[in-house]
T-cell receptor, first 111, second 116 residues
Framework: KQEVTQIPAALSVPEGENLVLNCSFTDSAIYNLQWFRQDPGKGLTSLLLIQSSQREQTSGRLNASLDKSSGRSTLYIAASQPGDSATYLCAVSSGTYKYIFGTGTRLKVLA | GAVVSQHPSWVICKSGTSVKIECRSLDFQATTMFWYRQFPKQSLMLMATSNEGSKATYEQGVEKDKFLINHASLTLSTLTVTSAHPEDSSFYIC????????????FGPGTRLTVL
């Protein structure tokens, strides 16, 4: 059974810092992995989608890497801003296309 | 990009009543839709997989008679919470799978259900 864990559970950093969010999964047989952002009381915003054959994806200040064999993904946020404050979720999809979500990292960027 | 909508965005109901939540794929056809629920400060948990024209597949521990799912067309799936109780209060999110060049899912904005 696939399990997805995110570390740290919460993170508070001053504005401008570069930071790394971690996601690990127990079953490496994944189809793809996706990082989402969720603001309080809101739905999900997809940030980056990495197919199983890919090693990384970049969008603006965000970079996500995938090491399928070790069951790990990282989300790198460069030059963090207060507007980046949110909960970040990673989710992995297996051959059945169901997404299993991680526990989330609550990020607060202080001005 | 592909858009998935949910209606209503929030609903408050009395205990014992039934509530229907709609999930629509606006600009693509979705043979498969998924329903998730999220309790406060917790992650999303998959409830069921909804396939157009067939019965939904429920995850372990989810009562199929309480959470009725209908996927009558390629653009609409509905989740009906029957005889709702306060413990059913949660954030319900659907996603729709698109099988284009990149097989992925698009998520709806969610529906917040509060049962009094």
């Amino acid at each position: 059974k696939q399990e997805v864990t995110q570390i740290p559970a919460a993170l508070s950093v001053p504005e401008g810092e570069n930071l790394v969010l971690n996601c690990s999964f127990t079953d490496s047989a994944i189809y793809n992995l996706q990082w989402f952002r969720q603001d309080p009381g809101k739905g999900l915003t997809s940030l980056l989608l990495i197919q199983s054959s890919q090693r990384e994806q970049t969008s603006g200040r965000l970079n996500a890497s995938l090491d399928k064999s070790s069951g790990r993904s990282t989300l790198y946020i460069a030059a963090s801003q207060p507007g980046d404050s949110a909960t970040y979720l990673c989710a992995v999809s297996s051959g059945t296309y169901k997404y299993i979500f991680g526990t989330g990292t609550r990020l607060k960027v202080l001005a | 990009g592909a858009v998935v909508s949910q209606h209503p965005s929030w609903v408050i109901c009395k205990s014992g009543t039934s509530v229907k939540i709609e999930c629509r794929s606006l600009d693509f056809q979705a043979t498969t839709m998924f329903w998730y629920r999220q309790f406060p400060k917790q992650s999303l948990m998959l409830m069921a997989t909804s396939n157009e024209g067939s019965k939904a597949t429920y995850e372990q521990g989810v009562e199929k008679d309480k959470f009725l799912i209908n996927h009558a067309s390629l653009t609409l799936s509905t989740l009906t919470v029957t005889s709702a109780h306060p413990e059913d209060s949660s954030f319900y999110i659907c996603s729709a799978r698109t099988s284009g060049s990149i097989d992925t899912q698009y998520f709806g904005p969610g529906t917040r259900l509060t049962v009094l």
